[in-house]
């Protein structure tokens, strides 16, 4: 049987990991996979998470079963942390995933049971594992116009016409903050307007909430998403919390079901099914960690206060990069840099380019130019800004 299987194509962001590890050179620069780190280059374990570990493992007295849609306590407060007082509970369906990815996949699943007709729209460009998934469940997808390559801004006009096509029914998945690959990300008013022409269409919302907390700060991040959840009958969330909570490897995540009060049972009976289906019970270690932090005052001041720290650091790399490339390019060309959020920016650099930095400065970006800002350090910001200097000018 396995003769007929054919080579997959390897993830490009993931290659990249690899490609880096293998690369001899000292001086090397990993601006690759969306994983945080600090100026030594650690991605370190939050403190409040240490913490948490250490009371967890003072106090956990079994490892037997939790529920299959996940434990309701870290389902409660994760909720609560993406949505606020958005929406009142009862319009909640929610399930523990294994991390953002799955959020995604049985976000999907679901809406291929509920309405295997439907397309699923998704920004040009948006994150590779997307049209990927949706392409394997084998669903109708469409692509709307998002970002600007002149100004590396949104194109707004080119969106909005293009959500005006979206039939009802159909599904827009959006990035709640932070967008990945671009890093350019709408205003409210521009939020507003997207609301709009999708509750004219009569289209469901899909919000992929990956990086809140990493953009404007968390409430900031969330507010898009608030606005959704209160103003439409039917929304999708899928939340991860691998970069908020730096516990990539737990693999914690929630996708959000919001429905008329009539239909929650059932909504939340088939997120449990389809858990079942997939993998049973989801992962419980991370979820159970960041329960315990959310549910304990000192923790989550602590956890908040961290995680601004990262925050604040990554925008502080973003405007020494941007007054970098200032200095080294002689333009202002890159201060879109400055206006992004989020650990991404899209450059706007062409493959070649990116290869000729990749073999002649050993820095490692994904092919479409999108840079990891968290990969820098006030060492490496100048080498970067020189090496886009030297290729593209
Ligand atoms: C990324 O975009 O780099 C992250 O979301 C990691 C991943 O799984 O691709």
Not at 203 to 227: H, K, N, S, V
Request: glycine share 8%.
């Amino acid at each position: 049987m396995f003769e007929a299987l054919k080579p997959q194509v390897p993830d490009q962001i993931l290659q990249l990991i690899q490609m880096y590890k293998d690369d001899l050179r000292a001086a090397k620069i990993d601006l690759g996979v969306g994983v945080y780190k600090d100026a030594t280059g650690l991605t370190p374990v939050m403190r409040a998470v240490k913490a948490a570990q250490k009371l967890l493992w003072e106090t956990e007295v079994t490892k037997t079963y939790t529920g299959l849609a996940g434990e309701p306590a870290f389902n409660l407060a994760a909720a609560r942390m993406i949505l606020g007082d958005s929406v009142p509970v009862d319009r909640v369906a929610s399930a523990s995933t294994p991390g953002g990815t799955g959020a995604i996949r049985q976000a999907l699943e679901l809406i291929k049971l509920a309405s295997p007709e439907a397309t699923v729209w998704l920004s040009n460009p948006t994150w590779p594992n997307h049209p990927s998934i949706i392409k394997y469940l084998g669903m109708k997808m469409a692509e709307y116009r998002y970002f600007d390559a002149e100004t590396r801004g949104i194109d707004f006009h080119g969106l909005i016409t293009d959500l005006g096509r979206v039939a009802p029914g159909d599904v827009v998945l959006l990035h709640g903050c932070c967008h990945n690959p671009t890093g350019a990300n709408l205003n409210a008013v521009e939020w507003a307007a997207v609301a709009d022409v999708l509750e004219a269409r009569g289209a469901i919302p899909f919000i992929d909430l990956a990086y809140q907390g990493f953009g404007d700060g968390l409430e900031e991040d969330a507010a898009a998403t608030r606005m959704i959840a209160a103003r439409f009958p039917q929304v999708l969330i899928a939340a991860s919390c691998s970069k908020n909570f730096g516990i990539y490897r737990e693999r914690t995540g929630i996708l959000i079901a919001l429905s008329d009060v009539k239909q929650r049972a059932t909504v939340q009976g088939n997120l449990a099914f389809l858990n079942r289906q997939n993998f049973s019970f989801p992962p419980d270690h991370g979820a159970r960690l960041v329960t315990m932090i959310l549910e304990d005052d000192a923790l989550r001041a602590d956890w908040k206060a961290e995680l601004e720290e990262v925050r604040l650091n990554m925008l502080s790399l973003r405007h020494s990069l941007a007054d970098a490339l200032r200095d080294a390019t002689g333009s202002d060309r890159y201060g879109f840099i400055a206006q992004h959020r989020g650990m991404f920016s899209r450059l706007g650099l062409t493959p070649e380019q990116v290869v000729t930095l990749r073999v002649e400065h050993g820095i490692y970006m994904v092919g479409d130019s999108r840079i990891n800002i968290a990969g820098l350090n006030a060492h490496t910001v100048p080498i970067l800004a020189a090496a886009i200097a030297t290729v593209a000018g």
